[in-house]
């Protein structure tokens, strides 16, 4: 597994870290420092709320490499509450329980692990919000 | 400056701290224990609480302390950059070495002008932690440290500690006092080296003495801990509205409770372990979090942990003004324990990992 590459992903992969554009306020996830709207630089960090809601989804039964483990597990498009569409697993779900719409909100989970004796990846998934499950 | 005295073992910072902030977090799976005694006696063996909690697959004491910190910060508002430790109490770190506190730290913005470590003293290294940052913070070396207890606690398949040994925990925020949501008036902590529960290096789970685990251990430190504290402080029992104790299962924190002197009404509301099952890291401070979700400002909370090996923290607080206004801004302690799945034996030996493939 490549120690480096998940090294420098740490801040998106935690905490949700992306771009605002400083001419058009667009934000932007992954950080990419060209503002999609209007290609003007966009380097300023900015840590999304990770509130969001279910695009579309799916199931995957036949997991790649190093995501067996989980099989089966839910990946989604997640449409965040300030405008990007991120594509991340759904966790602390059922297949049955997920809906187009449905308001869900991002935690820190382990992605995958490295064998027995490799690191151990953590980053975003979505839940379903559990604010919204309480104040029913 | 405080006088130290030698003889009554008061721990009290120069500056007066409380905390700051509090969070729980507690997964969303329950095995009920009528399910691990349908297992392994059949289902006619008694059972010491109603059910567990258990963590999903993709979770550890990295990711749920990351929640539970996260909800601390949420009642505390203060910039994470301000943060001066970040500690992390439990057994059941995912790394035998590279620090569990470190991945918090990070996860909540706290890096880099931080330190970072991880605790260990069985089920009382998160009240470890919380005191060495009333110090951390009593001294002014830092205005905030967050300390961490959780664990996703390990139980040998058949033994009496499966049906009780859990996932879950809290993270809780010390700052100066006149920011805080409960002062902390003092503490106080008592061990001995008693070999009541033990996991040697490498083994995956662990060992214990059976009926020694009671008298010569918990209620010897719990009680001697929670007597020492309220006699340092010239308080009894019915000067405090709530009391928490560790709870490994619900008869021991009860009998404990009872002995001190403390009535149902006092210890029901902290006492989790009949739901959650023992948290062991986290299992005091989790208690602690469901009082602070419903106490009211004046209101003093007893707090006593205990840990193998063996060893109590005691802690004497009360409730402020503050903590009115900013309970509300995360989920509460009962709204996670509300959110439940059940699972059977089955997906419980899968999420825990207990298939050798």
Not at chain 2, 121 to 135: D, L, P, R, S, V
Request: hydrophobic share 40%; charged share 20%.
């Amino acid at each position: 597994m490549e120690v480096s590459r998940h090294w420098r992903l740490q801040a998106q992969r935690y905490q949700l870290v992306g771009e605002t554009c400083d001419s058009c306020g667009v934000k932007l996830f992954p950080p990419r420092d060209v503002c999609l709207e209007c290609e003007a630089p966009a380097q300023e960090l900015y840590t999304f709320t990770g509130l969001g809601e279910i695009y579309s989804y799916t199931t995957i039964y036949d997991a790649p490499a190093g995501f067996e483990h989980n099989a089966p597990y839910m990946v989604a498009l997640i449409k965040l509450e300030e405008g990007p569409l991120v594509t991340a697993q759904l966790t602390d779900m059922d297949p049955s329980e997920a809906q187009i719409g449905m308001p869900v909100e991002m935690v820190t989970r382990k992605l995958r692990t490295d064998g027995e004796e490799g690191m151990i990846v953590y980053g975003y998934k979505f839940r379903p919000a559990v604010k919204e499950l309480t104040a029913v | 400056m405080n006088a130290y005295n030698p003889t009554n073992g008061l721990m009290k910072p120069d500056r007066p701290v409380g905390i700051a902030g509090y969070g729980a977090y507690v997964p969303r799976y329950r095995i009920p224990a009528a399910e691990i005694s349908r297992m392994w006696t059949g289902g006619t063996g008694g059972v010491p609480i109603k059910e567990k909690a258990v963590n999903g697959l993709d979770e550890d004491v990295a990711t749920m302390s990351i929640e539970a910190a996260r909800n601390a910060m949420i009642r505390a508002q203060i910039n994470p950059q301000e943060i001066r430790a970040v500690w992390v109490g439990s057994e059941s770190h995912p790394y035998a070495v590279k620090p569990t506190s470190t991945i918090v730290a990070e996860a909540i913005g706290a890096v880099p002008n931080t330190q970072a470590a991880d605790w260990e003293f069985a089920c009382k290294a998160g009240t470890e932690a919380m005191q060495a940052a009333i110090a951390f913070v009593g001294s002014g070396m830092a205005r905030y440290a967050l300390s961490i207890g959780m664990d996703t606690a390990q139980g040998r398949p058949g033994d009496a500690l499966e049906y009780t040994a859990a996932a879950g925990g809290a993270a809780v925020l010390i700052g100066p006092a006149d920011e805080s949501l409960a002062l902390i008036e003092g503490s106080y902590s008592f061990v001995t080296d008693t070999p009541d529960f033990w996991r040697r290096a490498h083994a995956d789970y662990p060992s214990h003495g059976d009926r020694f685990t009671g008298e010569p251990a918990y209620f010897k430190h719990v009680l001697g801990a929670a007597e020492a504290l309220m006699t340092a402080v010239n308080r009894t029992p019915a000067d405090y509205r709530w009391a928490v104790f560790h709870q490994p299962n619900a008869k021991f924190p009860e009998r404990a409770a009872q002995a001190l002197g403390f009535a149902p009404e006092q210890f029901k509301t902290g006492l989790l372990s009949p739901r959650i099952g023992n948290t062991y890291s986290g299992s005091t401070m989790i208690g602690l979090t469901a009082i602070l979700d419903v106490a009211e400002p004046g209101d003093r909370i007893l707090m006593v942990s205990y840990g193998s090996g063996a060893g109590s923290d005691a802690f004497d607080l009360q409730v402020t003004e503050r903590l009115l206004e900013a309970r509300g801004r995360a989920i509460s302690t009962e709204g996670y324990i509300a959110r439940r799945t059940e699972i059977d034996y089955a997906t419980y030996t899968r999420y825990r990992d207990k298939l050798k493939m």
